[in-house]
């Protein structure tokens, strides 16, 4: 999508990113405005706007931004403790329309999250 930030780093548009982990399908990059000491952001490289755009053809590709992000917390050696998420919908959080999960460790994570 023409104004999507996310659609714009996926095709590479964004300078200074710092890419974790990508393929065809999928991205993980480090977040702009950290939460935690280990902040990354898992996104398909196509534009879905959010988890309930998400479609049944997407199935696939669902399951391979969970994978994804294993990856990524490998990667960034926060396997053993992360939190996953993602905010669907402004109420919820949610600032970019482009379907994200936020993949966060480092320190110990509350629950209630709030
Ligand atoms: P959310 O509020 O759940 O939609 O999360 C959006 C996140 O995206 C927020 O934590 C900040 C991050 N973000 C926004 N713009 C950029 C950007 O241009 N680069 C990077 N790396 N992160 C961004």
């Known amino acids: 999508m023409a104004d999507c930030i996310f659609c714009k780093i996926a095709s590479g548009e964004i300078p200074n990113v710092k890419i974790v982990y990508e393929d065809e399908a999928t991205m993980a990059f480090l977040d702009l405005n950290p ?60 600032s970019v329309d482009h379907l994200h999960y936020h993949l966060l460790g480092g320190r110990k994570m509350l629950w209630p999250p709030g």
């Open 35 to 94: 939460q935690a000491p280990v902040h990354a952001l898992v996104i398909p490289r196509r534009h879905i706007d959010r988890l309930t755009a998400a479609e049944d053809g997407d199935t696939e590709l669902l399951g391979k931004l969970q994978l994804t992000a294993a990856k990524t917390a490998k990667l960034l050696k926060v396997e053993g403790a992360f939190r996953l998420v993602t905010n669907n919908g402004k109420g919820a959080g949610q």
